[in-house]
């Protein structure tokens, strides 16, 4: 049961996105952030998820690396930016739909089989999987919401949804990529 509302913004992509990788919650090696858009490289509506990893040099990093970043069966393409830092590429296409309903802050509208893995990803994390379930399933969650904002349960129900929509500035990361010295021809 939601206890006290949840008032801060959290990106979207990293709560109902990120999961759709597969790669295990709780590793010692997790993204900075994640995000929908890279500027000059792809937008909101391209289903590319683009996770941010600080790159380190010890061996239990290059093991998840090349287990769940680069070995992922959706990983699409790499870019290094400043300051060690990585910017994994992943092509949700599988997921247009689910991805198109985030985008359009429609959580409650997700596949089962969306709401499966989402879920699942947060099972160990009782206080997160609470709030991530009631934005998911807020048929169950509209009393307690409604009692905390001081509204009615049919004003909510009427709203449909009970987390707010991303809000595509944070959802887009805006770094210079460095030149890994690959020379390209173009026509002249």
């Not at 600080?54 to 069966?73: P, S």
């Not at 001081?150 to 929509?165: D, F, I, R």
Request: hydrophobic letters at 30%.
């Amino acid at each position: 049961m939601i206890k006290k509302l949840y008032n801060d913004y959290f990106q979207k992509s990293k709560v109902f996105l990120y999961p759709f990788l597969l790669v295990p919650k709780g590793s010692s090696v997790s993204p900075i952030n994640t995000y929908t858009s890279l500027e000059g490289y792809c937008i909101h509506s391209d289903t590319k998820l683009v996770c941010q990893y600080h790159i380190r040099d010890d061996n239990t990093y290059k093991v998840f690396e090349k287990r769940h970043l680069l070995g992922n069966q959706f990983f699409h393409e790499f870019f290094e930016a400043p300051d060690n830092i990585g910017l994994y590429i992943f092509d949700l296409q599988d997921f247009k739909s689910d991805w198109d309903k985030v985008i359009d802050g429609k959580y409650s509208q997700l596949s089962k089989e969306a709401k499966s893995i989402i879920l699942t990803y947060y099972l160990n994390s009782k206080s997160n999987y609470t709030y991530v379930d009631s934005y998911l399933n807020p048929e169950d969650h509209f009393e307690s919401y409604a009692k905390l904002l001081g509204c009615s349960p049919k004003l909510l129900k009427s709203v449909g949804e009970l987390c707010n929509k991303p809000d595509f500035t944070k959802e887009t990361i805006t770094v210079s990529i460095k030149d890994l010295g690959f020379v390209v021809d173009l026509p002249q």
